[in-house]
């Protein structure tokens, strides 16, 4: 199975359910820009229940700055505050310790790469992590209708299925996280989360 998706930090969950346990992932690599979306924020939940966390980005073109030229912006202190927020979220759960160290080296870059290659690197660690046979690749060229299975710009439907969460006693499950939620809570056993093909309507848009 082949399918197309925007870059993403730390992808939506409800992603790898739908190339889940293999397949081809192709980024789109030749559109342009756009602010406000899963390109370059994420979300995990914390004691306070979702949170977001977005990666401040350089565009020398503003809005027709195609992605491949969008650079991660060091001057501000993101690093840091993504990287205490994760562990405020997740310090207690199963898989920190397990995973902490080859996530904290996402963490700790002192010098400015592109969005897309960083975002790249996070999804081929996730997909090594998940013990998936999910390729990664990059769109040749823009065309506006891709193929079957096209979520530039909706997220796949995906049924959310409940999974262990460390603040689940004060928020209930509470879906749509990204796949760090899903690999800090339930590890190796994320295939669980990840077998059920989707279901249901599609998202209008991607988040």
């Not at 310090?91 to 996530?103: L, V």
Request: aromatic fraction near 14%; include cysteine; hydrophobic fraction near 35%.
């Amino acid at each position: 199975m082949k399918a197309i998706f925007t870059t993403a930090y730390w992808p939506p969950v409800a992603c790898f359910a739908a190339l889940f346990p293999g397949g081809e992932w192709v980024v789109e690599q030749h559109e342009h820009y756009q602010k406000q979306t899963i390109r370059n924020r994420c979300s995990i939940c914390g004691p306070n229940g979702t949170q977001w966390l977005i990666i401040p980005v350089i565009r020398n073109h503003g809005f027709k700055t195609p992605i491949r030229e969008v650079m991660l912006d060091l001057s501000a202190n993101w690093q840091r505050v993504h990287w205490l927020a994760i562990e405020s979220a997740y310090r207690s759960s199963p898989y920190y310790e397990y995973y902490r160290e080859e996530i904290r080296v996402f963490y700790t870059h002192r010098k400015s790469m592109p969005l897309l290659e960083y975002n790249t690197a996070i999804l081929k660690w996730c997909a090594e992590a998940l013990e998936t046979s999910i390729s990664v690749s990059y769109t040749e060229l823009y065309n506006k209708s891709y193929c079957e299975n096209d979520f530039r710009h909706h997220l796949p439907a995906y049924k959310a299925i409940p999974y262990y969460q460390v603040f689940a006693r004060k928020h209930g499950f509470v879906p749509e996280q990204s796949i760090l939620d899903l690999l800090m809570n339930e590890g190796p056993e994320a295939w669980k989360a990840l077998e059920a093909k989707a279901k249901g309507e599609q998202e209008p848009q991607l988040r």
